[in-house]
C-alpha cells in the first residue's frame, strides 16, 4: 500500500509539472498586446448633430451626467469580449446609407430592423456592452474622416490603450492604427461633451458611411 502511494505521488507531481510546464509555454507564445496608445483629447468642441438628435428622441439614454472617468482592465478575457461584440454586430447588420434607409442624409439610431450605417453599427455595439456591464466611461462615441467622408466608430478606453471598434473591419485595433483622421469624441467625464482629437480640423458636417 506505502509502495502505491508513494508512486501515485511521484505521479500527481510529474503531472502538475507538465501542467505547469503548459501553462507557461502557452503564456509564452500568447500574442502579446501591442505597446499602449491614447488619444490625444484637447479643446472642447460642439457637440455632433447626431448625437444631440439621438439624446432629444431616446429620452433617458444620456442623463448619466458627470462621471468619474474610468478604464477597461486589458485582461485577455475581456479583449475577447469585445472583438467578439465587435465581429457579431459587423455580421448581424445590414450596412445602408441613411438616405437608402429612412430619407435623410444623417440620423443616429439603433438600428432595430437589422440596418444601418456606420453610427448605428456603433451605437449598438456600445449598447450590448453597457448591458454586459462595461462602464460608460469608456464606451465613446467617436467622429472620424475616412478619406473625405465623416465616419462614427467607438472608442474602447482601455489600460493598453484606445481600441477601436469599426463597422467597417472585424479586427479591433489601436486608434493610430486605423489610418482614420479622429476629429473628435465624448469626454469621459461627461457623455454631452464632446472633446477635440489632435489638431484642429474641420468636421464633417454629417456620419455617412454605411
Not at 124 to 146: D, H, N, S, W, Y
Request: proline share 7%; hydrophobic share 40%; net charge negative.
Amino acid at each position: 500500500m506505502t509502495d502505491w502511494m508513494a508512486k501515485s505521488r511521484q505521479a500527481a507531481k510529474l503531472v502538475s509539472s507538465a501542467a505547469v510546464a503548459f501553462l507557461l509555454l502557452s503564456q509564452a507564445h500568447a500574442s502579446p498586446l501591442p505597446p499602449a496608445s491614447f488619444e490625444p483629447v484637447g479643446e472642447v468642441t460642439r457637440v455632433p448633430f447626431g448625437w444631440a438628435d439621438f439624446c432629444r428622441r431616446y429620452q433617458g439614454e444620456c442623463d448619466a451626467g458627470p462621471m468619474q472617468p474610468l478604464d477597461i482592465v486589458a485582461a485577455a478575457k475581456t479583449m475577447k469580449e469585445l472583438q467578439r461584440v465587435n465581429r457579431w454586430v459587423n455580421s448581424h447588420i445590414q450596412p445602408i446609407t441613411d438616405m437608402e434607409h429612412q430619407g435623410v442624409i444623417s440620423q443616429w439610431d439603433y438600428p432595430t430592423d437589422g440596418k444601418g450605417d456606420c453610427d448605428e453599427f456603433a451605437l449598438l455595439k456600445r449598447k450590448i456592452l453597457l448591458e454586459e456591464g462595461f462602464p460608460r466611461q469608456a464606451l465613446l462615441m467617436t467622429i472620424v474622416k475616412a478619406g473625405n467622408e465623416g465616419h462614427a466608430i467607438l472608442t474602447v478606453k482601455t489600460t493598453a490603450g484606445d481600441y477601436i471598434l469599426d463597422n467597417l473591419t472585424d479586427e479591433m485595433k489601436l486608434w493610430d492604427r486605423t489610418g482614420y483622421r479622429f476629429v473628435k469624441r465624448q469626454a469621459q467625464g461627461d457623455q454631452n461633451v464632446w472633446l477635440q482629437i489632435g489638431e484642429p480640423t474641420p468636421a464633417p458636417e454629417y456620419t455617412s458611411r454605411p
